[in-house]
């Protein structure tokens, strides 16, 4: 099959450090290349990847350095997309809604992957128009502010078997791992760690946008003796930072759409303690993978009994709810389902679809 997969211009693909949404991208497209679908990635110029790539921009926005106008380049890009769709069976989006009103003009099969929360106002006159667009949802709880979107599949993110390894022995300390935002709550990491007196260590990202609450907020409870903030890590830190964790502490305060660090944790065999909101119920399995819990008193008990859980069974679920094949599989199936909803458009390739 020809597929054209357009990544958002913010992180190269895959992200040097932070960045979920291109990580996935990623992880999807070199899955693709592996089976033999001709891939075509629209990225920025410093992606890494097997498929023909083609760039937008020399480097990610983030790390350009300059003070750009994102959409300045979403726009160059949806150009350069658009004036290539015939060469493609099925065009994927992994960037917003930009170009909803161009794709529903297109004889090419498009579809969108919706990596973010859904429940602003704004968003739904947007999706009462474009109730004809087809999208996919990363879990079935941020599809719920919009039910009237024209809903393919919900896809859960998955990752390569062999990108994290498995842990069975855990040290003494929790892990934070992510971003310092108001959303993300490490004030909550924190209290859980400091009231069962274990260490936690802090693996995270401040946005500019975020500078100021980490300074206000955030910055004078790192003082705290048991805290060791470390500041962004990759990938290959990752592996060890969460495999070697008591348990990550997920304590959100959003209607959070997928969480792509549980199921890292997971892939390294650490369970998760995680507040009940957005995707986590499906994502944990409660008192299995992790636990999911409502107020700061269950977290604190949760984190305390994250010893009695078998390592070895998160590390089996990972691999088989949320492995990259399976991401692969389910977005092929939302493919041939999006192709037989156009049964004018020839369906060349249409055949290879495992």
Not at 198 to 218: M, N, S, T
Not at 267 to 276: I, K, L, Q
């Amino acid at each position: 099959m020809r597929i054209a997969q357009v990544s958002p211009l913010f992180e190269s693909v895959p992200p040097q450090r932070y960045g979920g949404t291109e990580r996935v991208v990623s992880y999807l497209t070199e899955e693709l290349v592996r089976r033999g679908h001709e891939v075509t990635l629209y990225a920025s110029g410093d992606s890494q990847t097997g498929a023909e790539l083609i760039p937008i921009v020399p480097r990610a926005l983030r790390l350009s350095g300059t003070n750009c106008v994102p959409t300045v380049y979403e726009t160059l890009m949806l150009e350069r997309v658009l004036s290539d769709a015939d060469r493609y069976d099925v065009i994927h989006f992994h960037t917003d809604h930009l170009h909803y009103p161009l794709v529903r003009r297109l004889n090419t099969p498009a579809v969108t992957t919706l990596h973010g929360r859904l429940d602003m106002p704004e968003l739904q006159p947007l999706y009462a128009e474009f109730d004809d667009v087809p999208v996919v949802s990363i879990s079935d709880a941020q599809r719920r502010p919009v039910r009237g979107a024209r809903w393919l599949a919900t896809v859960y993110h998955g990752l390569p078997r062999d990108l994290y390894t498995f842990h069975p022995q855990a040290e003494d300390y929790f892990a934070f791992v992510g971003r310092i935002s108001p959303e993300k709550r490490v004030d909550r990491a924190i209290e859980i760690a400091t009231r069962l007196g274990v260490p936690l260590r802090i693996a995270a990202k401040v946005d500019k946008a975020d500078r100021d609450y980490f300074e206000q907020e955030i910055r004078p409870l790192l003082d705290h003796p048991l805290v060791d903030f470390v500041g962004e890590i990759d990938d290959g830190a990752k592996n060890d930072f969460m495999g070697r964790a008591r348990a990550l502490l997920f304590p959100i305060d959003w209607p959070e759409p997928f969480g792509l660090v549980m199921i890292e944790a997971m892939a390294c065999g650490t369970p998760v303690v995680a507040w009940r909101n957005g995707s986590t119920p499906e994502v944990i399995d409660d008192g299995v993978t992790g636990f999911v819990v409502d107020r700061l008193d269950q977290a604190v008990e949760a984190a305390r009994r994250v010893g009695e859980l078998d390592r070895r069974r998160c590390r089996d679920t990972f691999e088989r709810r949320f492995c990259v094949e399976r991401m692969a599989d389910d977005y092929l199936r939302a493919y041939r389902r999006l192709l037989v909803a156009v049964p004018s458009r020839p369906l060349t390739g249409v055949e290879a679809y495992a």
